[in-house]
T-cell receptor, first 113, second 112 residues
Framework: DAGITQSPRHKVTETGTPVTLRCHQT?????MYWYRQDPGHGLRLIHY???????DKGEVSDGYSVSRSKTEDFLLTLESATSSQTSVYFC????????????FGSGTRLTVV | GENVEQHPSTLSVQEGDSAVIKCTYS??????FPWYKQELGKRPQLIID?????GEKKDQRIAVTLNKTAKHFSLHITETQPEDSAVYFC???????????FGKGTKLSVKP
């Protein structure tokens, strides 16, 4: 498909539990991003990566951590899930040498109960 | 930091009419402005983009215009069709890492 997959597609978890979302790409793009999408807020940047082991915070990073041990994988971890983290999470990839345009994954719908 | 405002939040047009969505940005250093279309339950997809050294760009029925002085850019869709119904997001690039700040979206409904 688009060379980017997210897993799981849906998850329900309990408050206080750790959750890890995975983004996998086959495009060998350097840049990867995690966004969350909420009604009335659009898409907000959580964390991004500009290379293996190179990550930085976005505008809504509190309560989230990320890791990138391989070019193809970018993991988003909620250390202790809260109800305010119920959202749809999108991963995106970009190859800035070609274009600044993002390719998004299909999203993960996370519900924290 | 950068802030992107998008208007209107909802837009309803008759099939065949034109639709215009407007965005303003705050950081004069922003240099890349993409537009994404998101159909219900799907991922956002890039439909057109423009760089700060260009004033207008067209691709068939869609066009984007940029006014750097006023710090606003607009999406124009002509001859709208029901399949144009979706949520549209504008965005602005804020740094060399390609990070995008998005507007809150416009829900476009095209009535047959």
């Amino acid at each position: 498909d688009a060379g980017i997959t997210q897993s799981p597609r849906h998850k329900v978890t309990e408050t206080g539990t750790p959750v890890t979302l995975r983004c996998h790409q086959t495009e060998n793009h350097r840049y990867m991003y995690w966004y969350r999408q909420d009604p009335g807020h659009g898409l907000r940047l959580i964390h991004y990566s500009y290379g293996v082991k190179d990550t930085d915070k976005g505008e809504v990073s509190d309560g989230y951590s990320v890791s990138r041990s391989k070019t193809e994988d970018f993991l988003l971890t909620l250390e202790s899930a809260t109800s305010s983290q119920t959202s749809v999470y999108f991963c995106a990839i970009s190859d800035l040498s070609q274009s600044y345009g993002y390719t998004f994954g299909s999203g993960t719908r996370l519900t924290v109960v | 930091g950068e802030n992107v405002e998008q208007h209107p939040s909802t837009l309803s047009v008759q099939e065949g009419d034109s639709a215009v969505i407007k965005c303003t940005y705050s950081d004069s250093a922003s240099n890349y402005f993409p537009w994404y279309k998101q159909e219900l339950g799907k991922r956002p997809q890039l439909i057109i983009d423009i760089r700060s050294n260009v004033g207008e760009k067209k691709d068939q029925r869609i066009a984007v215009t940029l006014n750097k002085t006023a710090k606003h850019f607009s999406l124009h869709i002509t001859e709208t069709q029901p399949e144009d119904s979706a949520v549209y997001f504008c965005a602005a690039s804020i740094d060399s890492q390609g990070n995008l700040i998005f507007g809150k979206g416009t829900k476009l409904s095209v009535k047959p």
